[in-house]
T-cell receptor
Framework: SQQGEEDPQALSIQEGENATMNCSYK?????LQWYRQNSGRGLVHLIL?????REKHSGRLRVTLDTSKKSSSLLITASRAADTASYFC???????????FGKGTKLSVIP | ETGVTQTPRHLVMGMTNKKSLKCEQH?????MYWYKQSAKKPLELMFV???????ENNSVPSRFSPECPNSSHLFLHLHTLQPEDSALYLC????????????FGPGTRLTVL
């Protein structure tokens, strides 16, 4: 398994603005997932992007994947106060089923 | 709700106590996981069970003892813990270990005095 590293560690924006957070990883992957965690709660799966995909959308979420740069980004458009949470990426290599999480990006959306 | 429940949600115990954490999933999944999340540290995978069999033990101290009586239930038995074991303990499940998407419970906030 390999660990993704999220950047920035913390992000504070006004409600209605877009939030972008990034993930870098070290070795080749089969897919990469993004999860959200509200304070002191469990993680919630947001989106999975496969290595042969470059972009994926889900509601206000847009995920991109650049395998040549070994990086992914998560864009949240028109942010809401309820989006305040920590966001984690989890890259997964071939034959690997363990998810290894980084320290996450802590997003604060100010009403 | 994710379909994964955990009890208790909060637990305070002394170092000499014995307690158990319970996880139940209502998703028909075959794989279950225990994670530990300490303050300011990444989420750490502790144990993986597939079809009730333990397939991973990531060098977890023996004071943590998992039990998986069936594919829907997972326990973590705690014995003579240390204050540094205080953390949020998360249970997750997936269709099988090769299915990357995991569904997490809300966690048990454990405080060891």
């Amino acid at each position: 398994s390999q660990q993704g590293e999220e950047d920035p560690q913390a992000l504070s924006i006004q409600e209605g603005e877009n939030a972008t957070m990034n993930c870098s990883y070290k070795t080749s992957i089969n897919n990469l997932q993004w999860y959200r965690q509200n304070s002191g709660r469990g993680l919630v799966h947001l989106i999975l992007i496969r290595s042969n995909e470059r972009e994926k959308h889900s509601g206000r979420l847009r995920v991109t994947l650049d395998t040549s740069k070994k990086s992914s980004s998560l864009l949240i458009t028109a942010s809401r106060a309820a989006d305040t949470a920590s966001y984690f990426c989890a890259p997964s290599g071939a034959g690997s089923y363990q998810l290894t999480f980084g320290k996450g990006t802590k997003l604060s959306v100010i009403p | 709700e994710t379909g994964v429940t955990q009890t208790p949600r909060h637990l305070v115990m002394g170092m000499t106590n014995k307690k158990s954490l319970k996880c139940e999933q209502h998703l028909g999944h075959n794989a279950m996981y225990w994670y530990k999340q300490s303050a300011k540290k990444p989420l750490e995978l502790m144990f993986v069970y597939n079809f009730k069999e333990q397939t991973e033990n990531n060098s977890v101290p023996s004071r943590f003892s998992p039990e998986c009586p069936n594919s829907s239930h997972l326990f973590l038995h705690l014995h003579t813990l240390q204050p540094e074991d205080s953390a949020l303990y998360l249970c997750a499940s997936s269709q099988d270990p090769s299915s990357n998407e995991q569904f997490f419970g809300p966690g048990t906030r454990l405080t060891v005095l």
